[in-house]
């Protein structure tokens, strides 16, 4: 199969005319803190309430936390000198705990998407965050698993409504050309992991049947020029186009639809089997489990976060610039080679039972460091990003649903089984997650246009031009909106 590379730049006359002003870069600021939902809910979750390590008593603390909530991990964790070191924390009560917040997090994504496209993205965004304000409560003053769970479910609906709307808020905001910075501000979020103003998006204004002329108004402010008249047509076009599709989860289906349909399902499937989850929620575990002692252990996980996060703040200056494609490629690259080297440390090194030695230890966690490194620079950022910025309006808020409850499906399945497996296949789980990175890295290389600096609302010439993709626009020519009549079909 042939690989099709696809560069539009202002010579095709894609480019519409735009600055960044105070008033798109405030109200992403605010949408994309949504990403703290999730980060913050994620380091939490790994790390057994990991701020108490910062105060006198810390690790205490967490042990009463397993004590009170988990109190056959604990009595494992401590006094079963036979188990393996692998099996230690296999427990289902364990991974129900954070595979529950998914579960819900997969059915919210898909309420969420009549919200975003009959109500529009600002509702769906402050829906999420008083869900989750009312989960964190909860649980905060549990007194029992079950409160515990109850309060991460109501946790999973804010993540599910903000994972939902909020990428699409970021990229419909963002000018073109700086739509990749933007949007990256969502997986920073999520990296920093601790709202209302927020105007709505011009296209859902328009969308919406709202005044045409308030939805100009608004797109002048944002893009800090008078001269919006090409980018304001487009957006018409888009919405004509959309309100052609009275059932957006059963067109999506449709032959011409394809490229966003398996880009939908691929990449946030692809995004969760790097084995991310894997080290976001057990990292402690982990380095547990290879001999590091707890305050060790978390405080690894501290120092983990900060780099990934840095990562995902470069990657945001480079990814307008490089592409897309550049960067999914070193960051496949980067994790492969770093989970291959992890697994195979620890098949050499690291028994049932007793611990590696200091250097060893010290190597896998610097290995574990690159390779988060790597997901935060390329996978992490990306997966929202792309999936975001390919999905024309009319379909746009359901195949991000998809993409969402996708991502979720598949965080709930492995975080639901991880410890299991890491129990039965040791050090091969590595193994096992780095030949998906392998996968997901061709699959890219091969399947994926380059999108960076192409308007979304004609982001459908990328697909039209690609060598494969292109096979599923040739019949659908006279239905394309955006297609002019001196423009052939590549």
């Known amino acids: 199969m042939a690989v099709a590379t696809v560069a539009i730049n202002s010579s095709e006359g894609l480019q519409y005319n ?125 007194e029992n698993i079950y409160m515990l769970i109850i309060g991460r479910l109501l946790l999973g609906v804010g993540i599910g409504f903000t994972n939902q709307s909020v990428p699409l808020y970021l990229s419909e905001m963002a000018p073109p050309k700086f739509r990749g910075a933007f949007n990256y501000g969502f997986q920073l979020c999520i990296g920093i992991g601790r709202a209302v103003f927020l105007p709505e998006t011009p296209n859902s204004l328009i969308q919406q049947g709202r005044d045409d002329e308030k939805a100009k108004n608004l797109l002048q402010r944002i893009r800090g020029i008078d001269d919006v008249q090409e980018e304001f047509n487009g957006l018409i076009a888009a919405n004509n186009a959309s309100k052609t599709i009275k059932h957006p989860f059963k067109n999506i289906f449709q032959r011409k639809y394809r490229p966003q349909l398996v880009m939908s399902i691929a990449i946030p499937f692809f995004q969760q089997v790097t084995g991310i989850n894997v080290i976001t929620f057990y ?72 611990a590696m030695n200091q250097g060893y230890n010290v190597l896998v966690v610097a290995l574990i460091c690159i390779y988060s490194c790597g997901f935060a620079f390329s996978w992490g950022p990306l997966g929202w990003l792309v999936t975001s910025e390919i999905f024309p309006l009319e379909i746009r808020s359901a195949a991000q649903s998809i993409n969402v409850g996708v991502s979720f499906f598949c965080s709930a399945v492995i975080s639901q089984t991880f410890l299991a497996m890491l129990c039965h296949l040791k050090y091969a789980s590595f193994f096992f997650f780095g030949m998906w990175v392998a996968l997901m890295t061709v699959f890219i290389y091969f399947l994926l246009p380059e999108t960076k600096n192409v308007p979304i609302e004609k982001m459908d010439r990328v697909w039209r031009k690609h060598k494969f993709w292109k096979r599923f626009y040739k019949e659908n020519r006279i239905q394309e909106p955006f297609l002019s009549s001196h423009e052939p079909i590549a």
């Open 18 to 142: 735009g600055q960044i002003t105070w008033l798109v870069t405030l109200s992403c600021i605010i949408a994309a803190s949504g990403g703290l939902l999730f980060g913050y809910d994620t380091g939490v979750t790994g790390n057994f309430l990991l701020p108490l390590l910062f105060v006198k008593g810390g690790v205490t603390s967490m042990e009463s936390f397993l004590k009170k909530f988990f109190p056959g991990v604990y009595i494992e964790m401590k006094e079963d000198t036979k188990l393996s070191n692998y099996c230690k924390f296999d427990s289902q009560l364990l991974t129900s705990f954070t595979s529950s917040l998914y579960v819900s997090c997969l059915i919210a994504s898909f309420l969420a998407a009549t919200v975003t496209r009959d109500y529009g993205r600002k509702p769906s965004i402050v829906i999420g965050g008083v869900a989750f304000l009312i989960g964190a409560v909860l649980g905060g003053v549990a």
């Open 283 to 354: 990292a402690p575990i982990l380095f547990l489990t290879i001999g590091s002692g707890v305050s060790s252990s978390l405080l690894s996980t501290v120092v983990l976060g900060l780099v990934a996060t840095s990562m995902t703040a470069v990657s945001s200056f480079v990814v307008d610039k490089l592409g897309r494609r550049a960067i999914f490629h070193a960051g496949g690259i980067t994790m492969f080679i770093t989970q291959m080297m992890i697994g195979g440390i620890m098949a050499a090194k690291l028994g049932e039972h007793g």
